[in-house]
C-alpha cells in the first residue's frame, strides 16, 4: 500500500521568507512524487513532480522540490515567499507498478503574511 | 481553450435521490478520475477509468456508480446508498500512465439534506 504524510495542517511565513511544506512517502515500488495547489472552491492545479534524475525539481511559480530518498521526502520549498502563495498544498504519490492510482496527503494550509 | 468542465458548481438534493454529476474533458486524455473531498481529509479516490468502457473502483466506491462510454466524459452518480454524500467532488484527467501529472476540473459541492 503507498501512503503520503503531511505532518503539518498549517505553515505560516512572512512575505519574502523561505517558505518549506513538509511531505513524506511509503511506496514499495519506485515513487513518482507530485505537488499539487489548491485555491478556495477551486480545483487542484499541478505545480511539479519526481520522476527520476535529479532530486532538485523545479516547478512552476518559483517552487522547487527536493527528493531525499534515504528520508522517504519530498518537502516543497520557495526561496521568497509572496502573499499570493497562500493556498493548500497537497503532496502526491504514485507507485511506478500501479499505473492508475495516487494517493495524496490530508494537505497543509500555507498562509504568507505581508 | 483545453481543460476539465464540471457541472454544476454547486448542487443541492434531498436524501433518498440519486444524483449525478458531470465531468467533460477536451484533452484528449485516456484516464480520468473521481476524487470526494471533505475539510482535513485530502482527496479519496471514488473511481478511476484508463481506457474507454472500463473502469476501477477507487478507495471509497461504495454508494457511487460511474459510466465511461466516451472517451470526454465520465460522470458519476451519488446514490442514495452513499451514506453522507455531502462533499467537495472533484474530476480529473491525465495522459494514461504513471508518471503523468493529473489535471482537475473546478470541482461541484454537493449538499444534500
Known amino acids: 500500500a503507498q501512503s503520503v504524510a503531511q505532518p503539518e495542517d498549517q505553515v505560516n511565513v512572512a512575505e519574502g521568507n523561505p517558505l518549506t511544506v513538509k511531505c513524506t512517502y511509503s511506496?514499495?515500488?519506485?515513487?513518482?512524487l507530485f505537488w499539487y495547489v489548491q485555491y478556495p472552491n477551486r480545483g487542484l492545479q499541478f505545480l511539479l513532480k519526481?520522476?527520476?534524475?535529479?532530486?532538485l525539481v523545479k516547478g512552476s511559480y518559483g517552487f522547487e522540490a527536493e527528493f531525499n530518498k534515504s528520508q522517504t521526502s519530498f518537502h516543497l520549498k520557495k526561496p521568497s515567499a509572496l502573499v499570493s502563495d497562500s493556498a493548500l498544498y497537497f503532496c502526491?504519490?504514485?507507485?511506478?507498478?500501479?499505473?492508475?492510482?495516487?494517493?495524496f496527503g490530508d494537505g497543509t494550509t500555507l498562509t504568507v503574511k505581508p | 481553450d483545453g481543460g476539465i468542465t464540471q457541472s454544476p458548481k454547486y448542487l443541492f438534493r434531498k436524501e433518498g435521490q440519486n444524483v449525478t454529476l458531470s465531468c467533460e474533458q477536451n484533452?484528449?486524455?485516456?484516464?480520468m478520475y473521481w476524487y470526494r473531498q471533505d475539510p482535513g481529509q485530502g482527496l479519496r479516490l471514488i473511481y478511476y477509468?484508463?481506457?474507454?468502457?472500463?473502469?476501477q473502483k477507487g478507495d471509497i466506491a461504495e454508494g457511487y456508480s460511474v459510466s465511461r462510454e466516451k472517451k470526454e466524459s465520465f460522470p458519476l452518480t451519488v446514490t442514495s446508498a452513499q451514506k453522507n454524500p455531502t462533499a467537495f467532488y472533484l474530476c480529473?484527467?491525465?495522459?494514461?500512465?504513471?508518471?503523468?501529472?493529473?489535471?482537475f476540473g473546478p470541482g461541484t459541492r454537493l449538499t444534500v439534506t
Open positions: 480529473a484527467s491525465s495522459i494514461s500512465g504513471s508518471p503523468h501529472e493529473q489535471y
Open positions: 477509468s484508463q481506457i474507454v468502457n472500463d473502469f
Open positions: 511506496v514499495s515500488g519506485n515513487p513518482y
Open positions: 484533452l484528449n486524455h485516456d484516464a
Open positions: 502526491a504519490v504514485r507507485d511506478g507498478a500501479n499505473a492508475g492510482k495516487s494517493t
Open positions: 519526481y520522476i527520476t534524475g535529479d532530486n
